[in-house]
C-alpha cells in the first residue's frame, strides 16, 4: 500500500495522513504539512473545506466537526492542482496508544493473538504506529515518508499492540464507528522520555533525570560515543534473534537460562544523543511528530522503568499528561492509565518498588487528572515483566472509556472496590470503599495481604473481615491501630475483589 499519491514533492502533508487513516470525529480536524512560505493551500474532505497560507515552512488547517462516516477521500490543492490525494478515509474515533513495553506488546505474541487475527478482517480498527527511530537523521525521515495506516487485513497486524487493538475492538463494537489507534510507545522508557526538557527541569522531584542526563553529556566523547553506539547496534541485531529464537523454542525458560544459552545481555546500550531513553528524545523522535493530530483520548500502559525513583512518579506522570494535552491542544483530552499489576522477578530481593507507582496512578485518577484508570491488579505474573493476556487489560481500559467518555455504563459496571476511608473502633480498624454496596468476592481460602501499623509505623499482617460494603481488620500484634494498608507489595495473590469480578484497588490509608 502506498501512503497516498503525491504528485509533488514541495508541498506535503503530514506523515500521519495516508490513504485508510482515521480521524477523529465531533471535534475540528486538524490538518498540517510542509510547503514554501506563501503559499496558498486548500483541504478537502468529502463536503467540508478549509485553507491557509503558509508560514515559513508549515502550513495548518482546521477543518469543521463531522460525525462518523466515510470512505471520504482528502486532498491538498493548491492553484487548482491535487497535490496530494488520500482515499479511503474514515470519520470515527482515534485513540493514541501510548507507554513502554506492555503497551507496544505485539497481537501476535498474545496469548489470544492468534484467535484474534483469524477474525480481525471483520473489525472497523485501523492502525499507525508511529516510526520507533530514535535520532532524527536521514534514515529517520525516510522511515517516516514510507510509514502509512494499516488495515485489519494487512500482513503487518500481528505487529499492533496488543492492548491497543483490543481496546479499539470494544469501543468500535460498542459505538458502531471505526476505530483508529496512533501507536506512540517504546519497551524500556521512563516517563521522562516522553515530555520536553522544560517540563522535566521545572521540579524538584523530576529535574534529577534531566540533570543526570545533562551531567553524562558533559563527560562524553562524542567520536567514543559513536563507536559505542554503532558497536551496540551490530551486537544487537545479532543477539536479539538469537534470543527470540530460543524463547520460541523454550517458552518456560528462566531468563538466567537464556542468557547461558544465548549470552550476555548488554541493552540498554549507551545513553547518549542517538539512545531512545534520552530525556525528551521520544517527545521530539515519536510523539511530535503526530501532534497535533484530532483524538478522542489517550490510553497509557507505562512506569514499570520508573520504579527506581517511586517517590517521583506523581509528579512525572502528571507532568506527562499536561505536557500531552498541552501538544495536542486540549486541556480536557480524556487520558486513561494501567495501574501496573502484581509482577516479580524471582531474582529481584525488592518486594515494593512498584507499591508507590500504583498510588501515584490512583491518586491521579482520585483528583481528576488521569480520567479513566483500568485496576489491573491480578493481571500480571511472576517472573514475567510482560503478561501474555493483554485482552481483559484492555477491556478494563475500554469500560473506563465508554463510561467516561461516552457516558455507557455505571459506575458499580466499571470499578471494583477503592478505599475511601478509615475509623478506628477499639483495637479494630474499619475500611470503607467505593462502588463497593454490591459486596465482595473472596477468591481463594482467606483474604490476604491486609496489615495494620501502630504509631511506631511497623506494619504486621491482620486479619480481614467483610461486612457489608466495609472490610474490619484487627491484629493481636497492633492494639491503637494507626494506619493500613493493602497489597502494598509488587506481587502476592489477589483475593479480594468487587461483586462485578473487578479487584479491589491496593492503597494505604495514609501517605
Known amino acids: 500500500?502506498?501512503?497516498?499519491?503525491?504528485?509533488?514533492?514541495?508541498?506535503?502533508?503530514?506523515?500521519?495522513?495516508?490513504?485508510?487513516?482515521?480521524?477523529?470525529?465531533?471535534?475540528?480536524?486538524?490538518?498540517?504539512?510542509?510547503?514554501?512560505?506563501?503559499?496558498?493551500?486548500?483541504?478537502?474532505?468529502?463536503?467540508?473545506?478549509?485553507?491557509?497560507?503558509?508560514?515559513?515552512?508549515?502550513?495548518?488547517?482546521?477543518?469543521p466537526a463531522m460525525e462518523a462516516g466515510g470512505p471520504f477521500v482528502l486532498e491538498v490543492v493548491s492553484e487548482g492542482r491535487v497535490y496530494q490525494r488520500f482515499e479511503d478515509i474514515m470519520v470515527g474515533e482515534v485513540w493514541l496508544a501510548g507507554g513502554q513495553s506492555n503497551m507496544e506488546y505485539m497481537l501476535q505474541q498474545d496469548a489470544d493473538g492468534a484467535v484474534a487475527m483469524e477474525r480481525m478482517s471483520a473489525s472497523k480498527v485501523r492502525y499507525y504506529q508511529v516510526q520507533r527511530v530514535p535520532y532524527k537523521d536521514d534514515y529517520f525521515y525516510r522511515v517516516e515518508q514510507e510509514n502509512h495506516w494499516m488495515l485489519p487485513e494487512d500482513a503487518e497486524k500481528g505487529t499492533w499492540s496488543a492492548v491497543g487493538?483490543?481496546?479499539?475492538?470494544?469501543?468500535?463494537?460498542?459505538?458502531?464507528?471505526?476505530?483508529?489507534?496512533?501507536?506512540?510507545?517504546?519497551?524500556?522508557?521512563?516517563?521522562?522520555?516522553?515530555?520536553?526538557?522544560?517540563?522535566?527541569?521545572?521540579r524538584d522531584t523530576t529535574k534529577i533525570y534531566w540533570e543526570e542526563y545533562a551531567h553524562l553529556l558533559a563527560k562524553q566523547d562524542p567520536a567514543e560515543y559513536e563507536k559505542e553506539w554503532l558497536d551496540y547496534q551490530v551486537w544487537h541485531a545479532d543477539w536479539q534473534p538469537r534470543?527470540?529464537?530460543?524463547?520460541?523454542?523454550?517458552?518456560?525458560?528462566?531468563?538466567?537460562?537464556?542468557?547461558?544459552?544465548?549470552?550476555?545481555?548488554?541493552?540498554?546500550?549507551?545513553?547518549?544523543p542517538r539512545c531512545e531513553f534520552r530525556p525528551a528524545g521520544l517527545y521530539e523522535c515519536m510523539l511530535k511528530?503526530?501532534?497535533?493530530?484530532?483524538?478522542?483520548?489517550?490510553?497509557?500502559?507505562?512506569?514499570e522503568s520508573d520504579d527506581h525513583r517511586p517517590e517521583a512518579y506523581y509528579?512525572?506522570?502528571?507532568?506527562?499528561?499536561?505536557?500531552?494535552?498541552?501538544?495536542?491542544?486540549?486541556?480536557?483530552?480524556?487520558?486513561?492509565?494501567?495501574?501496573?499489576?502484581?509482577?516479580?522477578?524471582e531474582s529481584d530481593s525488592v518486594m515494593d518498588k512498584w507499591c508507590a507507582i500504583r498510588e501515584a496512578q490512583m491518586r491521579l485518577h482520585r483528583e481528576g487528572v488521569v480520567t479513566g484508570i483500568a485496576v489491573a491488579l491480578e493481571c500480571g505474573e511472576y517472573n514475567n515483566i510482560h503478561p501474555v493476556h493483554k485482552k481483559e487489560v484492555a477491556r478494563r481500559l475500554a469500560i473506563q472509556a465508554l463510561y467516561h467518555v461516552f457516558d455507557k455504563g455505571t459506575p458499580m459496571e466499571v470499578?471494583?472496590?477503592?478505599?475511601?476511608?478509615?475509623?478506628?473502633?477499639?483495637?479494630?480498624?474499619?475500611?470503607?470503599?467505593d462502588y463497593a454496596e454490591d459486596g465482595f468476592e473472596v477468591r481463594g481460602s482467606e483474604i490476604t495481604n491486609f496489615e495494620l501499623a501502630g504509631k511506631d509505623g511497623k506494619f504486621v499482617p491482620a486479619k480481614a473481615v467483610i461486612s457489608g460494603d466495609s472490610v474490619i481488620l484487627s491484629s493481636g500484634a497492633v492494639k491503637s491501630p494507626v494506619a493500613a494498608r493493602y497489597m502494598w507489595i509488587d506481587y502476592a495473590e489477589v483475593t479480594l475483589f468487587g461483586a462485578n469480578g473487578l479487584p479491589v484497588a491496593p492503597f494505604r490509608t495514609s501517605l
Open 1 to 63: 500500500m502506498c501512503p497516498g499519491i503525491k504528485v509533488r514533492k514541495n508541498i506535503d502533508c503530514a506523515a500521519v495522513f495516508s490513504d485508510h487513516c482515521v480521524l477523529q470525529r465531533r471535534k475540528d480536524i486538524r490538518v498540517w504539512g510542509t510547503a514554501p512560505h506563501g503559499t496558498e493551500i486548500e483541504v478537502f474532505l468529502h463536503e467540508a473545506k478549509a485553507t491557509c497560507t503558509a508560514m515559513g515552512h508549515d502550513w495548518e488547517v482546521t477543518l
Open 165 to 202: 487493538y483490543y481496546f479499539a475492538e470494544c469501543l468500535a463494537k460498542e459505538l458502531n464507528v471505526t476505530v483508529g489507534i496512533i501507536g506512540c510507545n517504546w519497551g524500556g522508557t521512563s516517563a521522562c522520555a516522553w515530555q520536553d526538557k522544560e517540563s522535566i527541569s521545572s
Open 243 to 272: 534470543m527470540d529464537a530460543y524463547y520460541a523454542e523454550n517458552p518456560t525458560t528462566t531468563w538466567e537460562e537464556a542468557l547461558a544459552a544465548v549470552g550476555e545481555c548488554r541493552w540498554p546500550g549507551p545513553v547518549g
Open 315 to 345: 509528579d512525572l506522570f502528571g507532568s506527562l499528561i499536561g505536557v500531552w494535552r498541552r501538544e495536542f491542544r486540549e486541556e480536557t483530552l480524556p487520558f486513561l492509565c494501567v495501574q501496573l499489576p502484581i509482577h516479580h522477578y
Open 415 to 433: 470499578y471494583g472496590p477503592v478505599y475511601r476511608e478509615c475509623i478506628v473502633r477499639g483495637e479494630t480498624m474499619v475500611l470503607r470503599f
Open 289 to 303: 511528530r503526530v501532534v497535533p493530530y484530532t483524538l478522542g483520548g489517550v490510553i497509557y500502559y507505562q512506569g
